[in-house]
């Protein structure tokens, strides 16, 4: 079965890096190219969000908030997507998810189980 796995997370003080990864296994690698690789995050007590998105390396976008601080990049030959976070501040201390969407509807949407981020002096 076709899966999708975070890596990366823990605890970090206020201004300091992390970088999350997310890989699919069993997955034929042009599979992967053909998906939208997305990184959502969600806080205690708050709705899911989508942080940042890409569908290479090319074409990326992010929410206002992480902006300047966080980079999404893909490894295409890795099937992997990874996340930098930079300047971390308390409030990104969330769960971090990973999807994988096929904006043709060809292939199943993939979600990760979940890692904690934790920002905390």
């Known amino acids: 079965q076709v899966q999708i796995r975070e890596s990366g997370g823990g605890l970090v003080q206020p201004g300091g890096s992390l970088r999350l990864s997310c890989t699919g296994s069993?997955?034929?690698?042009?599979?992967?190219?053909?998906?939208?690789t997305d990184w959502y995050r969600q806080a205690a007590g708050k709705e899911r969000e989508l942080i940042a998105r890409?569908?290479?390396?090319?074409?990326?976008d992010y929410l206002d908030s992480v902006k300047g601080r966080f980079t999404i990049s893909r490894d295409n030959g890795k099937k992997t997507v990874y996340l930098q976070m930079n300047s971390l501040k308390p409030d990104d201390t969330a769960v971090y998810y990973c999807?994988?969407?096929?904006?043709?509807?060809?292939?199943?949407?993939?979600w990760g189980q979940g890692i904690q981020v934790t920002v905390s002096p």
């Open positions: 069993r997955m034929i690698l042009s599979t992967f190219w053909g998906y939208t």
């Open positions: 999807r994988f969407n096929d904006p043709n509807g060809q292939f199943p949407e993939l």
């Open positions: 890409a569908t290479d390396n090319r074409n990326t």
